[in-house]
């Protein structure tokens, strides 16, 4: 694991963007693997000011929430297309279909996806509980694509985006650990105080389901930006 510590979220998202257009300009990301929410937010608008040429990368997403329609605000298929699709040239873009009538065909549908294309860049974030993707503590590291009931602390995370809290949906299609653990390279984000007991345990604790992301200590190519605040329980 290289371990990258910056003054704050703006100063990570630079050092994150340096890491990307390095591997869109030497030819070496033919498919990006993207992640939501709001820590990647400032990457994203540092890729749509640098008005990147990426016609013959593909892109492909982590999750999606189950029963939300792609043209709800509060779908990743929204948020993506807010994002990064409209501004930019992708070849092609691909996110779970949280709207599929059989969810267990639609994993093995992406799963399929993923082989075809194979990660060579996965943009991460981590949720204070320490998961990655929508994969909650206990989430065995062998999982596929799968459906995730969301933890309430996952829930309550995300509410925010939600007027009533009991419209945040109660599940979504992730990509599994094992899916993660395919990739060629992750960068992983982490801005606030809020992500420090996470970040502590993914570098310094035991690789345990307890938390997903210490799986990534078995990872050959990790790389991990946090400001001082994520950092700051880090001996």
Partial sequence: MEIIVVKNDQEGSEKAFEIIKAGLDNGE???????????????????REAKLDVSDVSTVNLDEYVGLPADSPQSYHY?????????LNFKETFLPNGMAEDLDAECDRYEQILADHPVDIQVLGIGTNAHIGFNEPGTPFSTKTHVVELTQETKDANKRYFEKEEDVPTHAVSMGI???MAVKKVVLLAFGESKADAIQQMVEGPVT?????????NHPNVTIIVDEAAASKLK
Avoid: H, N, R
């Avoid at 948020?79 to 501004?87: A, G």
């Fill in 29 to 47: 990301i033919k498919t990006l693997g993207l992640a939501t929410g709001g820590t990647p937010l400032k990457l994203y608008a540092k890729m």
């Fill in 79 to 87: 948020y993506m297309e807010q994002e990064l699709f409209s501004t």
């Fill in 178 to 180: 094992a899916s993660i």
């Fill in 209 to 217: 389901e307890d938390c997903p992301a210490s799986v990534l200590q």
